[in-house]
T-cell receptor, first 112, second 111 residues
Framework: DSGVTQTPKHLITATGQRVTLRCSPR?????VYWYQQSLDQGLQFLIQ???????AKGNILERFSAQQFPDLHSELNLSSLELGDSALYFC???????????FGQGTRLTVV | AQTVTQSQPEMSVQEAETVTLSCTYD???????LFWYKQPPSRQMILVIR??????QNATENRFSVNFQKAAKSFSLKISDSQLGDTAMYFC????????FGAGTTVTVRA
């Protein structure tokens, strides 16, 4: 157990819908990263937050948004879902003292 | 823009043998971290080993070791005494202010 908690583990939803994925980082970690991994693909960096502020942005679609709250948990919002958004979404967290990002188990999103 | 390249899509190794995975990266930064992650069929991302760019000594974790060549921007992973449980996808990752991953190398350990 990496200490990073992602909920839900699985999510099935219809095209056009909106979903929210939640991530609780390890205790004390201020950085949160979000990644998308499609079937048999690598990890695509979406966005990173540090202590509530957006720190880096990758190839995140305009239909996607994220935020990090004062208690440091983070949410990734996906709207107007398309079939191609079906993927495994990972959250990872790290700290200055422990800079290696630790990953949650991921949320498997299926859009039907 | 930083890039991470893993040139070997697939590698196969006999149990107890050694396999080396290659990784190159591109950056203009001098301080950064490099990682190797393992992703078994369960899809969990597991940190294998980490290297700080300012350290000349190559990192080692049990059967896993790296060959870090900063000038060449190369960061290879050696798995010694391969075990069946090492079968997984291995990702090289580069971190200066964001964590970027290579495309991955699938490693299959044969009995």
């Amino acid at each position: 157990d990496s200490g990073v908690t992602q909920t839900p583990k699985h999510l099935i939803t219809a095209t056009g819908q909106r979903v929210t994925l939640r991530c609780s980082p390890r205790s004390g970690d201020l950085s949160v990263y979000w990644y998308q991994q499609s079937l048999d693909q690598g990890l695509q960096f979406l966005i990173q937050y540090y202590n509530g502020e957006e720190r880096a942005k990758g190839n995140i679609l305009e239909r996607f948004s994220a935020q990090q709250f004062p208690d440091l948990h983070s949410e990734l919002n996906l709207s107007s879902l398309e079939l191609g958004d079906s993927a495994l979404y990972f959250c990872a967290s790290s700290s200055l003292a422990d800079p290696e990002p630790f990953f949650g188990q991921g949320t498997r999103l299926t859009v039907v | 823009a930083q890039t991470v390249t893993q040139s070997q899509p697939e590698m196969s190794v006999q149990e107890a043998e050694t396999v080396t995975l290659s990784c190159t990266y591109d950056t203009s930064e001098s301080n950064y971290y490099l990682f190797w992650y393992k992703q078994p069929p369960s899809r969990q991302m597991i940190l294998v080993i980490r290297q700080e760019a300012y350290k000349q000594q190559n990192a080692t974790e049990n059967r896993f070791s790296v060959n870090f060549q900063k000038a060449a921007k190369s960061f290879s992973l050696k798995i010694s005494d391969s075990q069946l449980g090492d079968t997984a996808m291995y990702f090289c990752a580069f971190d200066d202010y964001k964590l970027s991953f290579g495309a991955g190398t699938t490693v299959t350990v044969r009995a």
